[in-house]
């Protein structure tokens, strides 16, 4: 079984320019996660989508962040325009969340460096 | 405000012995909690689960729970050069959530392995 993946690995962009990141969930997995982890900082929760839906998006920092998964299969998150401390990984983590069961697996992260 | 708090380390521990990992949240509604293993640049993967009082054992790795005490820890037995790594405590803090919320992290514990 594949497990999450995400594009790119690696993104550098300047201050005012627009990034998209993109993860593909493992197979199956309804629920998907976007965090972020900040140099020295833990890592933060951002939104959370059932199927296409999003359940959760108390985590997102403000409206320069959007974040879709049309068909509820793989999603995108928007920074624009990107600021300086919008640097950091941004990692997604899915879930088959039924039975009682609710581990999040991890994806191995986009590391983003605005300049 | 939610928490999770973790002693950041580094603990040194040698080889063959027992590592014990700490973890105190500070909701009383927490009800799924996790440990993470993130080894340098990677991503966090997930070494266990817990989601009721009392212990839970999967090869060399115990997961304890008190609820009442709003504390959970990792115990590694065994310990190995290999298990050098930053291990997360993660939180369900969601209130009326069904399990599959967003978690919230502590900043992880750096495990150091002495040969």
């Known amino acids: 079984e594949a497990g999450v993946t995400q594009f790119p690995s690696h993104s550098v962009i300047e201050k005012g320019q627009t990034v998209t990141l993109r993860c593909d969930p493992i197979?199956?997995?309804?629920?998907l996660y976007w965090y972020r982890r900040v140099m020295g900082k833990e890592i933060k929760f951002l939104l959370h989508?059932?199927?296409?839906?999003?359940?959760?998006e108390s985590g997102m920092p403000n409206n320069r962040f959007l974040a879709e998964r049309t068909g509820g299969t793989y999603s995108t998150l928007k920074v624009q325009p990107a600021e300086l401390e919008d640097s950091g990984v941004y990692f997604c983590?899915?879930?088959?969340?039924?039975?009682?069961?609710?581990?999040?697996?991890f994806g191995p992260g986009t590391r983003l460096t605005v300049t | 405000q939610k928490e999770v708090e973790q002693n950041s380390g580094p603990l040194s521990v040698p080889e063959g012995a027992i590592a014990s990992l700490n973890c105190t949240y500070s909701?009383?509604?927490?009800?799924?909690f996790f440990w993470y293993r993130q080894y340098s640049g990677k991503s966090p993967e997930l070494i266990m689960s817990?989601?009721?009082?009392g212990d839970k054992e999967d090869g060399r790795f115990t997961a304890q729970l008190n609820k009442a005490s709003q504390y959970v820890s990792l115990l590694i037995r065994d310990s190995q050069p290999s298990d050098s790594a930053t291990y997360l405590c993660?939180?369900?803090?969601?209130?009326?959530?069904?399990?599959?919320?967003?978690?919230?992290f502590g900043k992880g514990t750096h495990l150091i392995i002495q040969p």
């Open positions: 983590a899915s879930s088959h969340a039924t039975g009682g069961f609710y581990e999040q697996y």
């Open positions: 197979s199956g997995h309804d629920n």
């Open positions: 989508f059932v199927k296409e839906s999003k359940q959760d």
């Open positions: 909701d009383r509604v927490s009800q799924s």
């Open positions: 817990i989601y009721s009082n």
């Open positions: 993660a939180v369900n803090m969601e209130e009326g959530g069904g399990g599959a919320d967003g978690l919230t």
